[in-house]
C-alpha cells in the first residue's frame, strides 16, 4: 500500500509550527552547570523535518512565526539556506522571543533538556497568517503537535487543517509532545485527538498516543488505537516503541514493523525528527511502507550518533548506505 | 422529515454551558442611567433553553459552573425549582463570579445591556466536570456557542460534543454569539465551524451564521450555508431572519419557512431561547418541521411581550393558544 | 490641637480612588438569595467620602476612573449633582466595568456582601491620569486604601501623594482595607505603611491597622501603632474601635476619646465613610479634636440606620441634632 | 567627607536583585547571526557587583531567586566559590527559569544585547523571602533597580529598604535601569524616585537620572538632581557621564570629579558594574571620594577590555597598578 498525493503541487512539504534555537554542550558527557560553552543550531520538530526533508531533496515550505532579532533572522537565513521556502514565516512584531532548547549531554542515555518557552514567538502564529493560497500548493501539510499548546498558534494550526482537508493536501500530524506549556493532559488529549481524528497519517511514540488517549503511560495498546482512529479520517498510522522498533498500520488492514539500526548513540535528541522526515521522504517518492520504516530508521540512527538534530540531517545516500549495511 | 431521537434515554436534552443573572431594568421607557431599581432572574441561553424545556413538559438536564456565593445559590435553587436536573451542576471553589446582565429598555425597538463577563464562573467548566455517564443518559445534548469563547470552557464543550457523538445523543448548536469574552472574529468562525461541523442541528440568526463563516454581516446566504453544512455531519439547518421570520433546511432537500407572530413587544431579550426551547420541545415530540417552526415563533412572540426571558418561559398550553389564534 | 489646613486653596478635600456602584437589597431581613430587587445607589468608600463632604458644606474634586457605559454616567452624573467637582474624573476607553457591590441584609447584625471587583474601571487609573495642577489646588487629598491594590492605580495614588507633599496638601489616608483584589496580606502591609509614613492623618479601625503592620488581627495595640506611625510623617492617628468608640491621637501626645451613639441599626454598612467626612469637615472648619470625634460618630450612627451609604449621608443640621440630644 | 558605617557587622555589603545567565558571544567582532559558540558566566548587574566586591576582599551575601535548574545551581555554586554568601538564595519552586543575556560584540562601539526576560525567576523573589536578621547583619543593602520592574519582586526591594532603614544599614541604590518588563516610564520614575528619596547613596548614569526624574534623555541635570535629593535622605550622589567621567556630590556640599581610564575596549558591558564594586570597596574602607572615584574608573577601565562581567572583575592589585600607571 502507498499513500496517493496529488501530484500537482509546488511543494511536497509545508509544515506549520515551531522554528527555535538549539544551544547544544560543546563539552559534554559532564552535568549542564559544568559545560561552559554552548553551539547554537536551528532546533524545533517541524523545523528539523522541513530541514530534514529538504536535505533529502523534498521541496518544503514552512509557516511560523519568528522573532524580530538576531535568534529569528539566523532561523530564517539557515532555513532558507537549506531550501526551504520561508516566505510564510512572520516576523513578530510584539517582542516575543525564539524557544531555546539547552542540551545536556551526561552520557549516550542521560539526555536532558531546559527549555525556555515563555511566551515565545512560534505560539504567537495567528490564524490570520495562515495562507489557503499557500497551503494548497502543497503534497502535505506537516503538523506538530506542539503547536496546539496554546492560542492563538492553536488556532492557527485547526485553520490549517481545515484549509488542507478542503484542498486535497494530506495532514500528516506528527504528536510530538512537549509537557510545556500544556494546561493539562486532559486538555492535550482533547486538542490531540481532535486533529488526530482529522488528519490523514499520525506518528509518534507509544507514550504519545497514550497522551492523546487521555490514558496513564503504558495503558494503551496498539490495537485500540487502530480501532479508534481507523474510524476517522486517518489511513496510516505509524507507532514507535524505541528500541523495539516502529509499526506501521494500514486502514486496509496491513502491519508492517520496522526494526532499529545499530549505531554509536551520542545523544537522544533529534531522532524522531531525523524518523520522520526520512519516512515521508520515502513515502512521497512512491516507496513502499516497509522501506519508508527503513528510511526513517536509518535516519534516526545517524542522527542520534551527531551532534546537532538539524545539521546532521543525513543525505538519501547515507541512509541508503546505511540500510545496504544492515539490511 | 423529522429528527430521530433514541427513544430509551432519562433526558430529553442537557443543555451545557452558562446559567448567569439577569438584572432587569424595574422601571423601563427610560435610559438605564435613569433606571434606580433591577430585578433578579435567572439568564443565559443555554440555562433560558433548559428552563424553558422543562417548562414544556421535556426532562431537562444541565451542565455548568456557578459561583459558590449567594447568586450562586440562587440560579441551582431556581432552575432546580422548574424542574431541572442540577446533579451536573459544580460549584466554583475559585472565587469567580456569576455572569450579570443589566437590560436597558428604552423602548421596544431600544434595548441595550451591560455585561459583566469578566473571568464569570461559567467560564471556568473544566473537561473533566463533563461526565460521560450524563451525556450518554440524553437524547439531545444542546451546545451554547458562547460557551466556546474561552478555556477550559472551550475544551469542557469540545470534549461534551465528543461524548455524544460517541454515544449517539443529538447534538444541536444554537450558536449564540456573544461578542464579549471572544478574542477576534476568527477565532470565533474556527471554534464556530469546527462544533458546526459536528453538529446534527444548528440554529442561529443570520447574522450568527456569518459569524461562523467569517464574512461580513450581511455577506452570507443561506444557500452558501447550507452547502457547506450539509457536507458535515448536520441533518437540520434553522437560520433565523428577524422579523421576516426563520428558514428550515434539511439535509434532504427540504424548505421550511417559518413566520413571526404579532405581539406587544416591551423587549428583544430572550427572543432566541424561547424560540429554541419550544422548537426543540416540538421536534422531541415528534412534530414535523413546520410546526415546529410555528412553536419557536409562538413562543418567541409571548417572551418579549414580558418583563423576563426566564420566568416569562410559556406552556405548551399558551403556544398552541396563539398558534390557534393567529394560525 | 488642629490641623493647619492652607487656606488659599479651590477645594477643601480632593478624594482619590474608586467610585461604584451598590447594589442595595430592596427588600430586606432575609438571605440574599430571596432578594428579588435590588436599588442602585453611587458607593465606593472614598466616593461616599465625597458625596458626605459636599453634603456637609465642603468644596470637593474627585480623581477616578469610570467605565465609558450607563453605570459610568450615573456615577459621574449623581457625584455632579451633589456638588462634586468631576473634572478630573476619567472615562476609562478600554471596556473595564464599574465595581459592584450586592448587599445582604439579614439582620442589623448579619451584613454582607458580595462584590464584583475583577478588573474594574478604578483599578486603572493611570499616574499620567493625576495632575499636579490640581492636586495642588486642594486642602486635603483623601487616600482610599483599595485604590493601592494593584497596578496602575497603585502607582497613580503613589504620585498624587507624592505630588500632594509637595504642593502643602495635606495627606489624608483612610486604610480602607478590602481583601478583594490584594496579593497578599504581606504586599498590603507594605503598601499600607509607605503611604502612612507619608501620610499627615490615617484613620481607620484597630484591625486595619493590624492589616497595615502585618499583624494577625487582635495582635497590634493603639501604643505601638502610635510610636511607630509618630517616627515618620502623621501628626493625627484615629483608630476606632466599633462599639467601644474611636481614639485620636496626636503627635503632641494628646488623646481623645469618642464614644458612639445609640441609633437604630438597620444595616452596618457606610459607617465608616460616613465617619469619615463628618470628621474632616469638622477639623477643616477649625473644631477642636474632640468636636471632631463627635460628628464622626453621629453621622456613622445616622447612615446605618438608613438604606444607602451615599444617598444617606447626614447634613450637619442632622448631625448637630443628634449631638444635642445625646451629648 | 566619607561615609559613617556601622562597623559593627558581619557583611560588608548585601545585594538584593537578579543573578542570571550570561551568553557571551565566543566569535566576535560579527553580527550575533554569524556568532555560532556562546560562553556562559554569571551575570545580572546586582550579581556582578556582589562577585565584583568579593573579589576585592568586601565579605558578600545575596538575596535572590534562582530557578530550580541547571543553571540555578551554576549561579549559586559560582557566586559561592567566589566567597559570597548565599544562604538567602532562595531555589523558585515554581518552574520560573534564569534570565539570560546573549551579547552580540560587532565591535567596540557596536554592543548590543539580547534578553530573555519573560517570568523570570528573579522577579519572583517574595517578600516573605527578606530576612530582618539577615540584612541587620550587613553594613549596606545594595539595591538594583531593575528588581523594582515588576511584583513581588518590587515589593519585596520595598520591604528591604524599609528593613535596612530600620536597622541602620546604608541603602545603596544603583539605579541601573533597564527597559525591559517595566511597564511604563512613569512607572519607572514614580518607584525610582520613592527608592531614591529612601537611599544613603544613589549612583546611575545621567540618563539613568533622567529616567528617575520621569524626564526625556538629555532634559535633566546634576544641580537639579542634586536639590532634589538633598532633600531627602541621599547623602552622597554619584552621576556617571560616561567618557566625559563622573561626578559625586556630597549632602555638604562638595563635588568631586573622576575621570575615565585609558584601556582597550573589547566591549561595553560590564562597566557599570565593577564601577560600582570597587567604589563601594573603597568607600568601605574608609578611603576618600576622590579615591573612590579612581577606583570605580579604573575598575571600569579593566573589566570593558575583558570578555566578561563577572569574571572578569579586577583585584585590588590590578586597580591600583592601573591607578599608579594613569593617575
Known sequence: MSIEFNQDRNYDIIAIGRAC???NAAEYNRPMEETMTFTKYVGG???????????????????????NDQHGNFIKQYMSEVGIDTSNMVVDQEGHKAGLTFTEIKSPE?????????????????????????????????????????SPSREAVIKAVSLARKNDVKVIFELDYRPYTWASKEETAIYYSLIAEQSDVVIGTRDEYDMMENLEEGEGNNEATVNYLFNHSPELLVIKHGVDGSYAYTK????????????????????????????LYAI??????????????????????KHSSSEAMPTVEEIESLIAQQG
Open 110 to 150: 542521560e539526555c536532558s533538556i531546559l527549555m525556555y518557552r515563555e511566551d515565545v514567538a512560534d505560539l504567537y502564529l495567528n490564524p490570520d497568517e495562515v495562507n489557503e493560497d499557500y497551503i494548497k500548493q502543497s503534497k502535505i501539510l506537516l503538523v506538530s503537535g506542539t503547536a496546539l499548546a496554546k
Open 252 to 279: 486496509s488492514g496491513d502491519v508492517y514493523r520496522g526494526l532499529a539500526y545499530k549505531t554509536q548513540v551520542l545523544k537522544t535528541f533529534g531522532a524522531g525528527d531525523s524518523y520522520a522526515s526520512a519516512f
Open 21 to 23: 534555537i538549539d544551544l
Open 284 to 305: 512521497v517518492n512512491g516507496k513502499d511502507i516497509e522501506t519508508a520504516l527503513k528510511f526513517g530508521s536509518a535516519s534516526a540512527a545517524i542522527v542520534v550518533s
Open 45 to 67: 520538530s517541524p523545523a528539523n523535518i522541513a530541514i530534514g526533508s529538504s536535505k533529502l531533496g523534498l521541496k518544503a515550505g514552512f509557516i511560523g512565526k519568528i522573532p
